[in-house]
Nanobody, 121 residues
Framework: VQLQASGGGWVQAGGSLRLSCVVS????????MAWFRQAPEKERESVAA????????YYSDAVKGRFTISEDNAKNTVYLQMNSLKPEDTAVYYC???????????????WGQGTLVTVSS
């Protein structure tokens, strides 16, 4: 399984970006897809997660109400729509896949390369 993340860039505070993560290889309906982020000099943190087959989604408190995770099974792609962006959202964003014990803590078996999101004030 390979994950390819894209969509990062520079945006002013209050703006929006949509990240994409294309999944290649074998996936199962029960697999969970997630987005994490890591800001400079900070630990990686979970942002959002969802199951391929639908159902429960997870959002961190920091992004709840502003970010939306979704999937397009036909395109094997997971999206992260990010609205009302804040400077503190600046980070490298990673997509991940697997069968974690918990959405928030994982562990996730597969990781994509990061895509940088920069939000200016």
């Amino acid at each position: 399984v390979q994950l390819q993340a894209s969509g990062g860039g520079w945006v002013q505070a209050g703006g929006s970006l949509r990240l994409s993560c294309v999944v290649s290889g074998r996936t199962l309906p029960g697999d969970v897809m997630a987005w994490f982020r890591q800001a400079p000099e900070k630990e990686r943190e979970s942002v959002a997660a969802t199951r391929w087959s639908g159902g429960t989604t997870y959002y961190s408190d920091a992004v709840k109400g502003r970010f939306t995770i979704s999937e397009d099974n036909a395109k094997n792609t997971v999206y992260l729509q990010m609205n009302s962006l804040k400077p503190e959202d600046t980070a490298v964003y990673y997509c991940a896949a697997g069968t974690p014990r918990t959405y928030r803590h994982g562990p996730y078996h597969y990781w994509g390369q990061g895509t940088l999101v920069t939000v200016s004030s």
